[in-house]
């Protein structure tokens, strides 16, 4: 169980914390932010190369495979990341109850919003239906 | 019964402890970067919008691309990008310091300065050098 090495001892006697999730975020926000390295000097390699392009131009690269999985792991990997750092951010700031669950809801809701709506962009231009 | 009614009165009356907030740390350029950090992120969070806008309109047609490009031309969409472009790479340096500290290094003082400073020098070096590479791969400013 490698990853239990990870749990600070409190959490191990007492269970998983008030989130029920223990360290859970910080683990996926540190793995999320070494996946975003990589992927984030591909966005900006890809938006420098399609510049001041036509949009038929601009249709074939990004649907091309390898452009499009990496604009897809991309927007997977970046949504998980802002869902789990607006949170905090709440989490921080937001302490009124009621204010605090519609931030919260709402932090999902854009997330699923963007991610999905990129997503299925990515593979309309990717199957060019 | 003197334990008792103390036992059962601090733990009402006992101010809870209370983590330390911003006000109680010396100003200096870490602490200016970690506020950045944070403050850079939550930029970036609307700023997927324009990725967002970005494949949308490349997936709508050459109107709705048109219409993006129109507004990423414009001043406005220009110096939005520039932001957003500084937020990304800032959080990116910043996000890799995390790293580091994450791994048990560089938090020495001088280590510290030199991790802080880097960030900033960092992003702001390569935002240029992105906009200039940018610049140069449409063939000039226009």
Redesign the interface.
């Known amino acids: 169980m490698k990853q239990n090495q990870i749990l600070t001892p409190m959490r191990r006697v007492r269970g998983l914390g008030a989130a029920h999730t223990g360290t859970q975020d910080f683990w996926h926000q540190?793995i999320t932010?070494?996946a975003?390295?990589p992927l984030?000097i591909a966005?900006?390699v890809i938006?420098?190369?399609l510049?001041?392009r036509s949009?038929?131009a601009?249709?074939q690269i990004?649907g091309s495979p390898i452009v499009a999985i990496i604009?897809l792991l991309f927007?997977i990997n970046?949504a998980y990341h802002?869902w789990i750092?607006?949170q905090e951010?709440i989490i921080d700031y937001v302490h009124e109850d009621k204010l605090k669950l519609v931030t919260l809801m709402a932090n999902t809701f854009f997330v699923f919003a963007?991610a999905f709506?990129?997503a299925?962009?990515?593979l309309?231009?990717s199957f060019g239906v | 019964m003197a334990e008792l009614e103390a036992g059962t009165t601090t733990a009402a009356q006992r101010p809870r402890p209370l983590s330390p907030h911003l006000q109680v740390y010396k100003f200096m350029l870490s602490y200016l970067m970690s506020g950045l950090h944070r403050i850079s992120g939550f930029v970036l969070y609307f700023g997927v919008l324009l990725i967002a806008w970005w494949l949308v309109a490349a997936a709508a047609g050459p109107n709705a691309y048109g219409n993006f490009e129109w507004f990423m031309g414009s001043l406005i969409g220009r110096l939005v990008l520039l932001g957003y472009t500084w937020a990304l790479l800032h959080h990116l340096l910043g996000g890799i310091r995390h790293l580091i500290w994450d791994l048990g290094y560089g938090f020495e003082p001088a280590e510290r300065e030199f991790l802080a400073l880097a960030t900033i020098v960092g992003s702001i070096s390569l935002t240029l050098i992105v906009w200039v590479v940018g610049y140069l791969a449409m063939g000039g400013p226009r």
Do not use: D, E
């Open positions: 540190r932010s070494v975003a390295i984030t966005l900006v938006v420098i190369s510049l001041g949009h038929a601009v249709v990004l604009m927007i970046t802002m750092g607006l951010i963007i709506a990129s299925f962009a990515i309309k231009l």
